[in-house]
Nanobody, 116 residues
């Protein structure tokens, strides 16, 4: 079956960096677009970043532009989110998702807490 496993979350100080990883199995990874979403307490889940199946197109929500970078390694079936200059408002559970046509798969989420 399809599995997406996120890792790399944790506690980080404001201004610091984290790299999230999402390892996929059970599907042909390079055929799927990938996104990172996040959900903060009491808020709706929001799209943070998107990357196309071949990695040539990437887009970001305005609040993370210039600070976060989404990338993927199709040889390793893994998508990444490099988070730099993090802020307390980046605190959330981060989820990766893969999608193709009408199919979408979600990971279990990884907690990111930005606090001094």
């Amino acid at each position: 079956q399809v599995q997406l496993v996120e890792s790399g979350g944790g506690l980080v100080q404001p201004g610091g960096s984290l790299r999230l990883s999402c390892a996929a199995s059970g599907l042909t990874f390079e055929n799927y677009g990938a996104s990172w979403y996040r959900q903060a307490p009491g808020k709706e889940r929001e799209l943070v970043a998107f990357i196309s199946s071949a990695g040539g197109i990437a887009n970001y929500v305005d609040s993370v532009k210039g600070r976060f970078t989404i990338s993927r390694d199709n040889a390793k079936n893994t998508v990444y989110l490099q988070m730099n200059s993090v802020k307390p408002e980046d605190t959330a559970v981060y989820y990766c998702t893969l999608y193709r046509g009408g199919s979408r798969y979600w990971g279990q989420g990884t907690q990111v807490t930005v606090s001094s």
